[in-house]
């Protein structure tokens, strides 16, 4: 009996009774790496099962080891240990060259290869900018202002680190953290809320018990955040934890950060993102904010509260 299988974006072919799909890709002329010549030991010959895969082979005593150390996602098989059992398979080769046998093989080693080929989920989106950072970099010492950017950004990791976020990337006195990895959109959303909170009254306390007495200055921050269904992945590319996050709502969670100024308030917050909350903070106010680059106007709502010294923050040093 013979069977098809779509190699996407290349092309279909026949699987014979008691053929691999590796033998079968190979015989139609697809070259496909087989670097430990089909034996099952070295993972090059992967395939991503895109639609089918209750039409192949159970898993091997081959890739049952190798998905439990190399933690493979179930649609991810062996191509040397597959075998077709009915129509309707479609695979996508995962290593088509010498640099994604790089990426996957070398890359593979540091991150999840679930992380490396690339997951869409819901994610609590969070950014925080330092206001009045300018005023203090321009009248103090360089190694001042990288101690006191030190303590702060130490201040707010151990507030993400808290409520179990993860720190994407920073920059310049601003970063970017995602909540809801390993959890549900709901409870992501509570604890990027929770972490929020709790670097508003951390930086509070600094600045009573550390900038006013040693340094004449105060800190304030502008904190934005939404959800939305993202692409997070590992680029490898040897930059912090390699890890990024993108799409659309990604932008929408920076530019309400941006949009603290305007709205004179250090915590913004989506509608969407507040509705999910089971005991969301007291929210007297809301507002229509018109985004750059988005066509509709977005309703938030201002957990926070208005900037001490003013919605550009200059604090004299």
């Known amino acids: 009996m013979t069977f098809h299988i779509d190699f996407k974006g290349e092309k279909v072919i026949p699987v014979r009774a008691g053929q691999t799909v590796l033998d079968a890709s190979l015989a139609a002329g697809i070259p496909h790496y087989h670097a430990c010549g089909g034996k099952g030991q070295c993972t090059t010959c992967r395939v991503l099962v895109l639609h089918g895969k209750e039409h192949l082979s159970p898993l091997s005593s081959y890739e049952k080891t190798i998905k ?29 060259d010498d640099t994604d046998r790089y990426i996957f093989i070398n890359g593979a080693e540091e991150s999840s290869l679930t992380e490396v080929m690339g997951v869409r989920r819901k994610l609590a989106l969070f950014f925080i900018d330092i206001r009045n950072f300018t005023p203090f970099i321009e009248s103090h010492l360089p190694f001042d202002v990288i101690h006191i950017m030190r303590r702060i950004f130490t201040l707010v990791r151990n507030a993400i680190d808290h409520y179990g976020g993860q720190i994407i990337d920073t920059a310049g006195d601003g970063l970017y953290a ?11 959303t509570e604890a990027a809320v929770l972490a929020g909170i709790k670097i508003l009254e951390d930086i509070k ?14 800190f304030e921050v502008g904190i934005g955040v939404h959800v939305g269904k993202v692409i997070y992945g590992n680029v490898g590319i ?43 903070p007291y929210a007297p106010d809301a507002a229509l904010l018109n985004l750059k680059g988005v066509s509709k106007a977005l309703e938030v709502r201002l957990i926070g509260k208005p900037y001490e010294h003013g919605v550009a923050g200059e604090t004299p040093a």
């Open 68 to 96: 439990t150390v190399r933690k493979f996602p179930d649609n991810v098989r062996l191509a040397c240990q597959s075998f077709v059992t009915g129509e309707g398979v479609q695979v996508q080769r995962l290593i088509k």
């Open 238 to 280: 040897g930059l912090n934890n390699n890890l990024t996050v993108m799409g659309y709502p990604v932008n929408v969670a920076a530019r309400l950060q941006a949009a603290t100024k305007e709205l004179n308030n250090s915590f913004i917050i989506s509608e969407r993102a507040y509705g999910l909350l089971r005991n969301p």
């Open 178 to 188: 995602v909540f809801g990895l390993d959890s549900k959109i709901r409870k992501a």
């Open 205 to 218: 306390i600094f600045n009573n018990t550390y900038m006013r007495p040693y340094f004449h200055h105060a």
